[in-house]
């Protein structure tokens, strides 16, 4: 019989420290900015994956979509033994979020699992910003920067009550601008993003199907090989 829980996703090998909540990307708000030239939404990976070798995800992530954004979550949404204490969990590797009670809902997850830390990637400061208040400690909030090539000003203004900013960059906007691309794609030897505060985090777009040693070659040769 199909779960009715929340999926709680294990990743796997050195990662195994970092679990993820994700959610359907294929909602209002993606689809909409999906649709815009120039935008990440437009070559997003989490739709490319779950268009094709990835679509065996997609009922899981809409059932939790469905929980998250439509009643109050509690402790018997989850199997037992989802989390464990230290655990780093992911909030939205894939998908947004669509409303006020999924945001109230992930502030629950982290009050109810206090062992844990959360960090979730947004682009929505308009839901977020009026229930700020809510956000327990162990809720880290990272603000996705809409467009690719964002400009100084976009790019480095932390949104009030985030723990920091996370742009996409083109190869070529970043050797022309000689953005520092600080984020290498390793989560589970850097863990920036789920340890810090008051950063600047800079990425190469994606390739289209994610060829991910190539995607930093040009860069890293620019700037001498670093890539922290
Ligand atoms: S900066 Fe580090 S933790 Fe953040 S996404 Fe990049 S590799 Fe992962």
Redesign the pocket.
């Known amino acids: 019989m199909a779960s009715d829980k929340i999926l709680v996703s294990k990743l796997s090998g050195k990662l195994n420290h970092v679990s993820a909540i994700s959610t359907t990307p294929f909602n209002d708000f993606c689809d909409r900015h999906a649709a815009i030239d120039g935008t990440t939404c437009n070559v997003c990976y989490a739709r490319r994956y779950l268009s094709t070798f990835r679509k065996h995800a997609v009922p899981a992530y809409i059932r939790n979509t469905n929980i998250l954004s439509t009643r109050e979550v509690t402790e018997d949404d989850f199997e037992p033994n989802s989390f464990f204490i230290g655990q780093h969990v992911r909030l939205l590797a894939y998908g947004e979020l669509i409303n006020d009670t999924m945001f109230k809902n992930f502030c629950k997850i982290a009050e109810m699992f206090p062992y844990i830390t959360a960090t979730m990637w947004t682009k929505r400061i308009d839901i977020i910003n009026p229930l700020l208040h809510l956000a327990p400690k162990n809720l880290r909030l990272i603000y996705s920067t809409l467009m690719i090539d964002p400009d100084d000003a976009i790019a480095t203004t932390i949104p009030k009550g985030f723990s920091g900013i996370?742009n996409v960059y083109s190869n070529r906007y970043a050797i022309d601008h000689a953005i520092d691309i600080?984020?290498?794609?390793?989560?589970a030897t850097?863990?920036?993003?789920?340890t810090q505060n008051g950063f600047v985090?800079n990425?190469l777009v994606k390739e289209k199907w994610g060829n991910e040693s190539r995607r930093y070659t040009d860069v890293k040769s620019v700037q001498n090989g670093v890539c922290l």
């Open positions: 996370f600080n984020c290498s794609g390793s989560c850097c863990l920036k993003c789920y985090i990425e």
